[in-house]
């Protein structure tokens, strides 16, 4: 799976790329590309943002900046997804880690509106609240896409988590492990019994009442 990420701060992810479940793809399961929007910008001193028209605080990416920057790595736009990290786009799902992806990051004031309706496919949030920029969505996304790739993590630690198929899209049961019993806080009896059956018959029912909250 290749999955470009094009930002002003390529560095910030080094130490992502250090740790499980990222290192353990990286240049097999997926090739991670980190492209910084200085290296292609078509002003001088390596400017990417400027302010905006009509007034106000902040910087704004500038639309020729981005469009320089797809252009150089793949000759346009191109046809798969390219996603907008930004506040105002939809809510980050389980479906969308699962692929592949071009995501576009900005700092401080955000997008160009051009960027958002000519150069991006979609524009995804990972919260109702303001960061500074996009790198740490963006490192949220590769996270979850990477630990859903061959050799990431255990083969069988994927299954029955939240938004699993096998818990019908809901989210994980409550988990529990030593002491059994904790300044008086107890384990439920069902996970000692050694009953399986109706251990998996507690973990589902768990599971279908903290989705329904």
Excluded: K
């Excluded at 920057?69 to 798969?80: C, F, M, R, S």
């Excluded at 786009?89 to 995501?103: I, N, P």
């Amino acid at each position: 799976m290749q999955l470009d990420v094009f930002t002003q701060l390529p560095h910030a992810f080094g130490w992502l790329t250090e740790q499980r479940p990222l290192a353990a793809v990286l240049g097999t399961e997926l090739d991670l590309r980190l492209l910084n929007y200085r290296d292609t910008t078509p002003l001088r001193a390596g400017e990417v943002d400027d302010e905006p028209y009509g007034g106000g605080a902040g910087m704004v990416l500038r639309v020729d900046v981005v469009a320089a920057a797809l252009d150089a790595a793949y000759g346009g736009v191109p046809e798969h997804r390219v996603v907008a990290l930004t506040p105002q786009g939809r809510q980050l799902d389980q479906r969308t880690v699962e692929e592949r992806l071009t995501l576009l990051s900005s700092r401080f004031e955000g997008f160009d509106e051009r960027i958002l309706t000519q150069l991006a496919s979609d524009a995804i949030s990972i919260g109702p609240y303001v960061l500074s920029g996009g790198e740490l969505p963006a490192m949220v996304l590769l996270d979850a896409i990477a630990r859903r790739l061959p050799g990431a993590i255990r083969d069988d630690s994927g299954s029955f988590e939240s938004f699993s198929p096998e818990l019908e899209g809901g989210l994980e049961y409550p988990q529990y492990t030593r002491p059994a019993e904790f300044r008086g806080w107890c384990v439920p009896d069902v996970l000692l019994s050694g009953d399986h059956r109706r251990i998996d018959e507690w973990r589902r029912e768990q599971s279908r009442a903290r989705s329904l909250r």
